[in-house]
């Protein structure tokens, strides 16, 4: 039994892996160890462990080093799922023992477990972040129906405003959209590279669904599809989308769309505990399931708040807001890379 670095030639193994694994998740494919790499230029360390010609565990590691916010080693950056998976507790614990081992020789200030489930390693524990999912009906009347009635009649309202949803090949239009929305929010946008990778690597697995309102873009969202799975990951509208109620019309068409394909479970993703997208999430009458992330401290004494709630980021994010649009496609990739 040995611990191996992970290479092209053995990510049909890998991924095989994960798309078995009871615990795999999208996060934990091969693809995006090349997503890490070559469109944010971060160093990455995947590592699996092989057993008589078979694997037997599988952990994916990026490394973020920041001048601006830390150094760290992450299971794994820019993702909501992590952590290691095996077929036993030994295997992993072989594998977390070698990700300590790779976080203290490159000396960062923390290593850092994304986990859908509490580990007994007693390590610190952010209670920051949940996920939102939920089963779906084969029907896709039953799934309008379970959405709480007030969210159910912002949908309809976006309906009779003439909104339309179509599948777009290319990411130019969805980055448009979604470059303008996190301007307003206050945050970085990522380079319009990350987003042609995530296509290009991910091919039908990654969708982008664009709503549009007298043939213009007003909304859109990349969705990753894994198993039985739909995520809607990177969202966002205009400043018109609002009173057309097309994120509201956006994620039911994604919900619709997915019920289709025979999917059974919508992912909504993460989200911080009070905030908006927290109440959004919840008025569709999803139930928020903790997520635990946890620290090993190796150079920091304390985790990291690096999060748009920590106080001394709300000068940033005011300032940002009032951006020009082109201006903050210029600036806001070199920061938003290392945003992980």
Same mark, same amino acid.
């Given at each position: ?54 694997i037997v565990g599988?952990?994916? $590691?990026?490394?973020? +080093? ?18 290691? $998976? ?12 070698? +990700? ?19 580990s007994d390693r007693?390590?610190?524990?952010? /209670? ?46 969805l980055y448009e ?20 990778? $995530? ?96 620290? /090993? ?44």
């Amino acid at each position: 039994m040995r611990i191996e670095p992970l290479t092209p030639s053995e990510a049909g193994r890998w991924d095989a892996y994960v798309e078995n694994h009871p615990e795999g998740t999208f996060f934990h494919l091969s693809g995006w160890q090349a997503v890490l790499e070559d469109s944010l230029g971060h160093r990455t360390h995947y590592r699996y462990v092989e057993d008589e010609g078979k694997i037997v565990g599988i952990l994916p $590691l990026g490394h973020i +080093a920041s001048r601006l916010f830390a150094n760290a080693l992450i299971s794994t950056p820019f993702c909501v799922y992590g952590g290691a $998976l095996a077929d036993d507790d030994s295997i992993r614990e072989r594998l977390e023992r070698e +990700a300590l081992r790779q976080a203290q020789a490159l000396g960062v200030d923390y290593l850092e477990w994304r986990l859908r489930r509490p580990s007994d390693r007693a390590r610190p524990t952010k /209670d920051l972040y949940v996920t939102f999912r939920k089963a779906l009906d084969p029907d896709p009347e039953a799934n309008l129906k379970a959405v709480p009635r007030k969210q159910r009649a912002m949908i309809r309202k976006g309906i009779k405003a003439g909104l339309t949803s179509v599948i777009d090949d290319g990411i130019d239009r969805l980055y448009e959209v979604y470059a303008e929305s996190v301007r307003n929010l206050g945050t970085p946008v990522f380079p319009k590279g990350y987003f042609r990778a $995530l296509k290009e690597t991910f091919g039908d697995r990654c969708e982008i669904l664009i709503v549009e309102h007298q043939g213009r873009p007003v909304a859109g969202v990349m969705s990753f599809y894994f198993r039985d799975e739909v995520l809607p990951y990177y969202g966002g509208g205009t400043a018109e989308a609002r009173h057309l109620y097309a994120n509201d019309f956006m994620y039911w068409e994604v919900m619709r769309r997915a019920v289709e394909k025979g999917i059974r479970v919508f992912d909504y993703g993460r989200s911080k505990k009070g905030t908006g997208s927290y109440r959004f999430k919840k008025h569709w009458g999803f139930e928020p399931e903790p997520l635990y992330y946890e620290f /090993d401290l190796v150079r920091a004494r304390e985790m990291p708040d690096i999060n748009p709630l920590n106080p001394k980021y709300q000068l940033f994010i005011r300032a940002w807001r009032r951006l020009p649009l082109p201006l903050s496609k210029l600036i806001g990739p070199w920061l938003a890379r290392d945003l992980g």
